[in-house]
């Protein structure tokens, strides 16, 4: 997971680009959910796919709590780096 200051336009911009990924964004902008409980017409291992690319773009970040691995999105840092493209990206 880059670091605010490490975050690249391009990087999330593909991230965003995909249906799938778009779909999970909207979900978390609703708030933090557990990894596996994304409703999305995909296998566990497609959905595992599409959280690393959210993950490693910066536009989410994963928890771990107990055996549970809760992801949020980093709204904080994305505004900050991107004002106003997450708002955009969930309409």
Do not use: N
């Given at each position: 997971?880059?670091?605010?200051?490490?975050?690249?336009?391009?990087?999330?911009?593909q991230a965003l680009a995909d249906p799938v990924r778009l779909e999970i964004v909207a979900a978390l902008a609703r708030g933090e959910?557990?990894?596996?409980?994304?409703?999305?017409?995909?296998?566990?291992?497609?959905?595992?796919?599409?959280?690393?690319?959210?993950?490693?773009?910066?536009?989410?970040?994963?928890?771990?709590v107990g055996t549970q691995r809760l992801v949020s999105l980093r709204r904080d840092d994305l505004d900050a780096r991107f004002p106003g493209l997450l708002d955009l990206a969930v309409e």
């Amino acid at each position: 997971m880059p670091d605010r200051d490490e975050l690249e336009l391009t990087a999330v911009l593909q991230a965003l680009a995909d249906p799938v990924r778009l779909e999970i964004v909207a979900a978390l902008a609703r708030g933090e959910r557990a990894c596996g409980s994304f409703p999305l017409p995909v296998s566990d291992a497609t959905r595992s796919h599409h959280l690393k690319i959210l993950r490693a773009a910066g536009i989410t970040a994963t928890r771990l709590v107990g055996t549970q691995r809760l992801v949020s999105l980093r709204r904080d840092d994305l505004d900050a780096r991107f004002p106003g493209l997450l708002d955009l990206a969930v309409e």
